[in-house]
RNA sequence: CGGGGUGUAGCACAGCCUGGUAGUGCGCAAGCUUUGGGAGCUUGAAGUCGGGGGUUCGAAUCCCUCCACCCCGACCA
């Protein structure tokens, strides 16, 4: 492929002095700013030129590595029938977020979300034999999911492409290997990217999915909360991080413990009132706070330590099922006390404990009466309960793998990667032929990238005060050129230049606009392009091209007639440390 | 869906409280000067003041209502 070479005064790059006051985040507004994407209504954005050239470099590499390992591009259509949903039950069970409507016949259609229900359908329809298997398929499509809130720009819009890809294996062993390959496809792509990521373990999600990983980028902006082990490799979106077995309270614990006793407290009404009403003795590390949630209809209390956070998604999977917290009235209604006076002991229902609760060796908790707590409570002794792994975990707690000291992160979930199983092709009767003849369930993974939002999301990581500094592998040129000379020759330096810079294998953008040099050099730095040459009379005067790294800002002086291969060995440099 | 906020020229904003000819900066167009870090002067074009309704002699401004967008939360295969 011939590298490109684009006029700046002929092209659709416009850039921004202000940022639109609605962007917040830098890559928000820089993306605005640098004239990669304009917004055309919540969370619906068009790619410009500059953007477009991004994601075509990021789809490349993409491409390549997914290619490595024999996947075959296909594509899909972008809106559904809706028989294919209803065959996995998606239609009614995707909610709100799908985007539901009819044709002129009135049939019922969806804008797809995803596209497990269709490729499944090509593999019942097209893949007969083992002999076939493993089978990999992908497509870089645009998905429309009708967000409850669009944010960021590119970060979370309701429309958006994804790369997304299904494995289809003979059984669990082979889907794993299938899964497997495609850890290492993404780990190299987020490499190549540029990218500062974890990956980490998460939630399978409603899919029921044996095993998957997140591959997060790691990023202040980040909605997801992470937890990783400095240590070793242990690594978990904080939805289903745990830690490991923690120090007994330091508070100070009688022996033996003094039997259970009653305190009134009035005018408490939450945790740290109760604390302080309870006097010496008592913190919120050796107190049970008693949160009451529904389940089934149920009433159920969940008891976590004072200075803990329950883990709601933690809990959903013990129990079984989703469960929400019970409002104030109904905690009233369900026990006969006020949602600051609850406690385990005598709870008239259903009792979950976190096993570092359990362990208080003499804990204070409400009473379920009004106004009154309970001191010198001890477990299995005063009250008991499953003893089960529900809190949040936070920076500081032990690794579970390891024991060492856990940290937190945010990050950005730019891919995720499932073994899926037979969920999908028993729902569809996707079937092939085994070994021996008999009639096999697919077991299938499906493998996703946000092919847009890591634009938003290299942007996090690569840039400055000045604008995005584009890690050489996606920019959208690698050279400019910055004539500010009005020598007579300039025109034919700059062709000559480019001619050169072309031959390397680089692409170039050259801004001839009539502009002042301090507006191209702004641009230039907004843009982000990896390398840029200045050429103005100072240096043209002696035979010479500036030539400026905008990831380090150092700038040399080069012979013209060496410019290029010079460049080319820097362009190399900046590829090299990526890849 | 709950809470908060914002809608005035392409962008950023003032004007609104206290109703009386719609403004500033950047950008855009033209001219002259300028040219190594977002130039200066002159002239010009550009706005149904988010939509609808109401009060008033008169509404960007007061009242009602709808809409859009942003932020926090809930939610997120």
Known sequence: MRPTLTRLSKSLLPSLREAPKDAQLPSHALSL????????????????????????RIEAIVREELDAEGAQEILMPGVLPAEYLRESGRWESFGDALCRFKDRKGADLALAPTHEE???????RELR???????????????????PRPRGGLLRGREFIMKDAYSFDVDEAAALQSYERMRKAYTRIFTRLGLDFRIVEADSGAMGGSRSAEFQILAKSGEDKLVT???????????????????????????PVPALRRVATPGVTDMPSAIAALGDGHA??????????????EPVAVVVRGDHELNLMKLSGVLGATVTLASREKVQAFVGAPAGSIGPVNFPGRVVVDREAAALAQASCGANETEVHLVNVVFGRDYVGET?????????????????????HRGIEGGHIFVLGTHYSKKMSAHFTGERGEELPFVMGCYGIGMTR?????????????????????????VV???ISKRADADEIVAMLSDALRQEGLSVLIDDRNERPGVKFKDAELFGIPLRVTLGDRGLEAGKAEVTARHSGEAASVALADAAAYLKRMHLDLMRGID
Request: aromatic share 4%.
């Open 388 to 408: 089960v792994d529900i809190r949040m975990v936070e920076a500081g707690d032990p690794c579970p793998r390891c024991g060492a000291e856990l940290s937190e």
């Open 129 to 147: 034999s083992y002999r076939q298997l493993p089978a990999m398929l992908y497509q870089v499509q645009t998905k429309f999911r009708d967000e």
């Open 481 to 483: 050129l910055v004539p």
């Open 118 to 124: 269709i490729v499944t359908d090509i593999a019942r």
């Open 454 to 478: 890591l634009i938003a999301a290299i942007i996090e990581q690569h840039h400055d005060t000045a604008g995005i500094r584009w890690p050489a592998s996606v920019a959208p040129f690698d």
């Open 33 to 56: 700013r640098a004239g990669l994407i304009r917004q055309v209504g919540a969370g619906l954005y068009e790619l410009l030129p500059m953007g477009r050239m991004v994601l075509r």
């Open 284 to 297: 919120l590390d050796n107190a049970l706070k008693t949160l009451v949630v529904e389940h089934q209809g």
């Open 229 to 255: 082990c400095g240590a070793c490799a242990y690594a978990a979106n904080a939805e289903v991080a745990t830690s490991g077995p923690v120090e007994r309270s330091a508070a100070s614990v009688s022996e």
